[in-house]
Structure formats: structure tokens, C-alpha cells
């Protein structure tokens, strides 16, 4: 009998190993079909998880409602699923090379329980050759075990997008792979069982692999030229949101808007291509110089900042920021990867006294990853304030607001641009 129709008769399961913010979703999807266990090496997030609470904040307690899943840090537990789906993070190093533990641990821990029969399906994102030149050989070596006689293996990246409700795990078409026709039949089935867009078979497990790792490089490349495009035309004195709405209205312009590019994917993702582009002796000047300017962001809107407060006259050692947001992007509450943490950072080395507010990030989280904290509450007489994140509950702000808490000459920075028709009266600055 198939994988397919064992999992949907539960005659075996189906088993999530990492939870987190693409790996609870699908783990929660399958369970209103299937049964399903729910792993992760945190003993604090499984029992968040079992008390229908969300660690990353994205899920509602009732999206864990009508479920069959047992959520577990036992990886003995594992023994009872026959279909595992790996989802655990692929960061980079402090040299922005990747760092691959997570994916090995994760592969080590299938491996120790894996079984003839069984299918092991990858989700995270990698370069193009990991999952046959990495993750096999060592699920061959620690199970004993043949890919293809003994077990079968997939790749099916992930492509959730936190914070966004409409694109969801059901609702994007599924690239699939796999290492024979046969498994890419039922690795298929499998996810058709939940994913409502369809699925999309590649012909091998590096072109999946490779499509994941393109969709975050292409976006930060786009970002990268809004981003420089930004730079030449502060110098002209132009507003490149206003450029960029004008340019809009020609039906083949793509809209891409500059910013901050931080996060576990776009921040991400292009370092492993360039660090297999790099192995082949090949040098992406492309995508490297996108990563060159989204990288220098934070410090480039540091550096503008601080030539304004020093124009209206203002002592930088004495001068206070506000900076209102931390997490990576809006409406979530993820910090990895923030390069709001370079803008507070440079704008420290110059001395200044910077106070962070953020209505979704753990000031916890923040002090350990970045060495500052969320202040308790919003003091006045700023010097500048810089509105680095556009979370909903900032949309809502006006001149007014601002007036309140800001000094004399002071300097409203509006990085994504969201005031920038209703700002009269204050000196203003955007991207």
C-alpha cells in the first residue's frame, strides 16, 4: 500500500520535525487530515504549542483546533511516522557563510529513526545540490539504509511568508521533487492532501532547490536597485516614492520600493547561492553587489540622519532618536536578521542616545541578540524620530503625534515612505 494511502487511512503518520514559523502552519494543516507529530528540539516551544499558543506569533489559538497532532521533544516519538518533512532554519554565520547545523541536526535526528519504507521531504531553503550531496549520504549513514531501495527523498521548499494571511501554506502552489518518478508521484499526493493552489513537479531535486533560492535572490536584487536609486536621487532632491508611483503607471513596471532588507529569506537566501556560486569558481558580481547595498542600509540612513541633526544646529552628543520599530519587517514580531539593529548601532557610534519602541518585539530577545532594549514608554522632545517599520499601529500616526514628541528643528525620518503626503510642518526625510 502507498505512503499516500496509509497516511490517509492512519495506518502510519506523517511527523514535522521544526516547528517554527513554516513548520507549525504545515504541521497544523496535515493534522486536520492526517496524523501527525509535531517535533522540535525546544522543550519551552513544545509546551507553548501544547497549550495551543503560537511561539512566533503568527497563529491563533484556534488554528489549533479539530487537530490530530502530539507535540513532542522526543525524537523516540518519531518511530511512528513513516513521512517526515524537515523545516528547520537555514541562517548564515558571522562571515555570512551558511551555517548548515540546524539542517544537519535536523537530518541526524530522522536519520536515527528512520525505517525501510519510509520518505524524508526537505523544506528548507538551500543551494542547489545540499539535499543529494549533504542530507542523503548522512541519512544513509546513520540509518543504515539506501535512498531509493530502502527509503525514498524529497525537496519541497517553503515559501510562507510571515505576517501575510492571504498568501498561506494551502493557498501557494507547491514545487515538488523528488529522487524517483515514483516518489514524486506520492510525495505529491501527499501534499495534495492539504495544499489547495496545486502542485508543481520539477524534474530533479536541484532545479526545486535552485527555484527556491532565486524567488528571495531576484527580490533582493530588485530591492538593492530601488535601494541605490534612492541614494542618487536624495542627491537630486527628489522623493523616490514619487518616482517610483509615476514610473508605476507604465503596465510592464515592476514595483519593487527600497528599505531595509533584513529577515531569515531576502537577507538570507542569496548568500547560498553565492557561496555555491563561489565553490564553482564562478563570482556573482550581481547578487553580490545587491547583498553590498542592502547590507550598508542601515548605516547609509544612519549617516543621512546625522548630517540633518547636525544642518538644524543641534549637538550630536546631546541629541536623542527615537526609533520606531525593530522586528524585520512589518506586523510580525521576528527579530532575525533586523538591520534595524545596524541603523541603532551606527547611530550609537556617533554618540547619540537612542531609545527603541517597538508593539511587537520582545525587548528580551532584542537586548540578547542586539545589546539594547524596547523602552518602557514614549518620552518627548526628540531630536529625531525615525520610523523604520511600518506596522499598522504606525499607520495610523499623524503630524500632530509627532509634534508632540519631537524638539524644535527636529527631523521626522519616514524610511518606507507612509507619511510623506501629510507631513507639513516638521522636517522630513524619506527614503
Not at 522586528?327 to 545596524?342: C, H, L, Y
Request: charged residues 25%; proline residues 3%.
Amino acid at each position: 500500500m502507498s505512503i499516500y494511502r496509509n497516511l490517509i487511512e492512519k495506518r502510519t503518520k506523517l511527523s514535522l520535525i521544526g516547528l517554527g514559523y513554516v513548520g507549525l502552519p504545515i504541521a497544523l494543516g496535515f493534522a486536520k487530515k492526517v496524523s501527525v507529530i509535531g517535533f522540535d528540539i525546544s522543550n519551552q516551544r513544545v509546551a507553548l504549542m501544547k497549550k495551543k499558543i503560537d511561539p512566533s506569533e503568527e497563529l491563533k489559538p484556534d488554528a489549533f483546533d479539530n487537530v490530530d497532532i502530539k507535540f513532542t521533544s522526543n525524537k523516540d516519538d518519531l518511530k511512528k511516522a513513516s513521512f517526515h518533512i524537515i523545516a528547520v532554519p537555514t541562517p548564515i554565520d558571522k562571515n555570512k557563510l551558511p551555517d548548515l547545523s540546524p539542517l544537519y541536526g535536523a537530518t541526524r535526528t530522522v536519520g536515527s529513526i528512520l525505517k525501510k519504507g519510509d520518505y524524508a521531504v526537505y523544506e528548507s531553503t538551500v543551494y542547489p545540490g545540499t539535499t543529494e550531496e549533504k542530507c542523503i549520504p548522512l541519512l544513509e549513514e546513520l540509518s543504515g539504509l539506501k535512498c531509493g531501495r530502502d527509503f525514498k527523498v524529497g525537496y519541497s521548499p517553503e515559501r510562507i511568508n510571515p505576517g501575510d494571511k492571504d498568501h498561506t501554506f494551502s493557498t501557494i502552489t507547491k514545487v515538488v521533487s523528488a529522487c524517483d518518478d515514483e516518489s514524486l508521484e506520492q510525495i505529491s499526493l501527499v501534499y495534495e492532501i492539504v495544499v489547495e493552489a496545486g502542485i508543481f513537479k520539477t524534474s530533479s531535486i536541484k532545479v526545486a532547490e535552485a527555484a527556491k533560492i532565486i524567488e528571495n535572490t531576484q527580490r533582493d536584487v530588485n530591492i538593492a536597485l530601488m535601494n541605490e536609486l534612492s541614494m542618487i536621487f536624495n542627491k537630486m532632491q527628489i522623493n523616490t516614492y514619487e518616482v517610483l508611483e509615476a514610473a508605476g503607471t507604465k503596465w510592464n513596471f515592476l514595483k519593487f520600493y527600497p528599505g531595509l532588507v533584513g529577515g531569515h529569506c531576502i537577507g538570507v537566501d542569496p548568500y547560498y547561492l553565492t557561496f555555491k556560486a563561489n565553490e564553482l569558481g564562478h563570482h556573482a558580481q550581481v547578487i553580490n553587489s545587491g547583498r553590498e547595498v542592502n547590507d550598508g542600509m542601515g548605516k547609509y540612513l544612519a549617516t543621512e540622519l546625522v548630517k540633518k541633526i547636525i544642518k538644524a544646529g543641534k549637538n550630536i552628543l546631546n541629541s536623542r532618536v527615537l526609533v520606531m520599530g525593530a522586528t524585520f519587517k512589518e506586523d510580525v514580531s521576528d527579530i532575525r536578521n533586523s538591520k534595524v539593529a545596524d541603523l541603532v548601532r551606527e547611530l550609537r557610534s556617533y554618540g547619540i542616545n537612542v531609545n527603541v519602541t517597538d508593539p511587537l518585539a520582545s525587548s528580551e530577545e532584542l537586548n540578547a541578540e542586539y545589546g539594547f532594549e524596547l523602552i518602557p514608554e514614549i518620552k518627548s522632545s526628540y531630536d529625531a524620530i525615525v520610523v523604520a517599520v511600518a506596522h499598522k499601529q504606525y499607520l495610523k500616526l499623524n503630524e500632530k503625534y509627532f509634534e508632540s514628541i519631537i524638539s524644535n528643528n527636529g527631523i521626522l525620518m519616514d524610511v518606507k515612505g507612509i507619511y510623506r503626503k501629510n507631513i507639513n510642518k516638521l522636517t522630513y526625510m524619506s527614503l
